[in-house]
């Protein structure tokens, strides 16, 4: 019951944020919407060459684990995992060239890179995106445990584009202006509508500040999304840096 009580806490806080965002301007960005970009390591992106990381999934029992090299520049991706039947695969694909891609790509694989490029990477991919609304809500407790932080909102449109439309994220920030936890309200109908989980684990990958331990609750069952071998290539050196 306690759990419960939380979660339904949860749901009318979101529902009172979500309706502040949804007046927002898309063009209006908060102040403390730049600092966090350049606390994560805005500043430097245009150094990084090349990033890599393994998504990690545990839900229920359910385990997932999905590796990804990534070439910003060229928008060149490389995959590592396994394809819908559980069968080892490795396949290499230019964003830019999506179209001519096979349905594989374009409906498994490049869904499944964008869902765990923005969980790494996210107070970076809100900034460069131009269509959410962001509001600065002001102070509010933590989802969980004690305390407070500043909650930034930042939400999608419903239509525009994108795998997830009318996405809502919601980041409680440090007075060091990183996030502590989030709270993400999916849009439409698929699963999982509501997770709320810490956003922790910050490491150092070159420039960059990276988040990499996520743990929490998706639809009340526990959750975690973690990454490991983290690296990035900057400009300059063929070498990578790993994440620490």
């Known amino acids: 019951m306690k759990h419960s009580s939380r979660v339904t ?19 209006t960005r908060p102040p403390i919407f730049d600092k966090m970009a350049k606390t994560y390591g805005l500043d430097s992106w245009n150094r990084i060459e090349a990033i890599r990381y393994t998504w990690n999934l545990q839900l229920g029992k359910l ?24 069968q080892p695969v490795k396949v ?3 964003r830019s060239d999506l179209a001519s891609q096979s349905d594989m790509v374009k409906n498994e694989l490049d869904p499944g890179f964008i869902n ?6 996210f107070p970076l991919k809100a900034y460069w995106d131009s269509s959410p609304a962001v509001i600065d809500a002001g102070m509010f407790n933590l989802p969980a445990g004690s305390g407070s932080a500043e909650l930034v909102a930042v939400k999608y449109p419903a239509e525009g584009g994108g795998y997830t439309p009318g996405d809502t994220w919601e980041l409680y920030l440090g007075k060091d202006t990183r996030a502590q936890y ?3 309200h999916r849009g439409g109908a698929k699963k999982p509508s509501l997770l ?22 998706a639809d009340g069952m526990p959750i975690r999304v973690f990454f490991t071998d983290v690296a990035v290539k900057v400009t300059g050196s063929d070498s990578w840096v790993n994440a620490k």
């Open 9 to 27: 806490g949860i749901g009318l806080m979101g529902f009172c944020v979500l309706a502040l965002v949804s007046a927002s301007s898309a063009q």
């Open 116 to 121: 765990d490029n923005y969980t790494l990477l």
């Open 182 to 184: 989030f709270v993400y």
């Open 196 to 217: 709320y989980a810490t956003w922790g684990g910050h490491k150092k990958a070159g420039p960059l500040l990276l988040s990499t331990d996520h743990r929490g609750f």
């Open 92 to 94: 290499t694909y230019k």
């Open 63 to 86: 385990n997932i684990a999905r590796s990804w090299e990534w070439e910003p520049k060229t928008t060149q991706v490389t995959y590592e995992g396994k394809d819908k039947d559980g």
